[in-house]
T-cell receptor, first 118, second 112 residues
Framework: DGGITQSPKYLFRKEGQNVTLSCEQNLNHDAMYWYRQDPGQGLRLIYYSQIVNDFQKGDIAEGYSVSREKKESFPLTVTSAQKNPTAFYLC?????????????????FGPGTRLTVT | GEDVEQSLFLSVREGDSSVINCTYTDSSSTYLYWYKQEPGAGLQLLTYIFSNMDMKQDQRLTVLLNKKDKHLSLRIADTQTGDSAIYFCAEILYSSASKIIFGSGTRLSIRP
């Protein structure tokens, strides 16, 4: 089955600890994304990557770090510097949007990881 | 500017039609999308429309696009309890760093 997997589904950590969320895709997509979703709110982009070994900050990158060593994998680390880490984290992947070739670039999402920090 | 706006809540009676509205601001975008998010889950792509189209129908879903007013709507016919979810409108911005802009989502609740 092709798709995006995120693990674990639920994660609990103590304040002050770093934690890494996993995201893997076998859709052969070049681009991958991390979003944060708080209760009753929309999606906020944390980081995205369009090619291996390269990534860009999104709107709320402070307190987070990522790596893209393989095309299939884009792990997110929530560091102790993130002031309010408790949230629902969503990973997505897509082809690179390209107007001239008509690539739509729609994003496909994983099931999410709910992180609770106490 | 880059902004996609939606109303936050919609309540409809089971069996009626639901119409979820969205406005966007970037006239150069070429694709617009509707996603569905069920509780505790990721977003599921429902449908998309190309900006040279006015309407697209897919079973119970109808997408209408008014380019002049930059208004997009999703109509769900014969709304069922399984349609309870948050619906996100999104547009793609083609640029040197193309990305998708999401609305804040509309929570659809179904009453008996």
């Amino acid at each position: 089955d092709g798709g995006i997997t995120q693990s674990p589904k639920y994660l609990f950590r103590k304040e002050g600890q770093n934690v890494t969320l996993s995201c893997e895709q076998n859709l052969n997509h070049d681009a991958m994304y991390w979003y944060r979703q708080d209760p009753g709110q929309g999606l906020r982009l944390i980081y995205y990557s369009q090619i291996v070994n390269d990534f860009q900050k999104g709107d709320i990158a402070e307190g987070y770090s990522v790596s893209r060593e393989k095309k299939e994998s884009f792990p997110l680390t929530v560091t102790s510097a993130q002031k309010n880490p408790t949230a629902f984290y969503l990973c997505a992947s897509s082809p690179i949007p390209d107007r001239t070739s008509g690539k739509r670039g729609e994003q496909y999402f994983g099931p999410g990881t709910r992180l609770t920090v106490t | 500017g880059e902004d996609v706006e939606q109303s936050l809540f919609l309540s409809v009676r089971e069996g009626d039609s639901s119409v979820i509205n969205c406005t966007y601001t970037d006239s150069s975008s070429t694709y617009l999308y509707w996603y569905k998010q069920e509780p505790g889950a990721g977003l599921q792509l429902l449908t998309y429309i190309f900006s040279n189209m006015d309407m697209k129908q897919d079973q119970r879903l109808t997408v209408l696009l008014n380019k002049k007013d930059k208004h997009l709507s999703l109509r769900i016919a014969d709304t069922q309890t399984g349609d309870s979810a948050i619906y996100f409108c999104a547009e793609i911005l083609y640029s040197s760093a193309s990305k998708i802009i999401f609305g804040s989502g509309t929570r659809l609740s179904i009453r008996p």
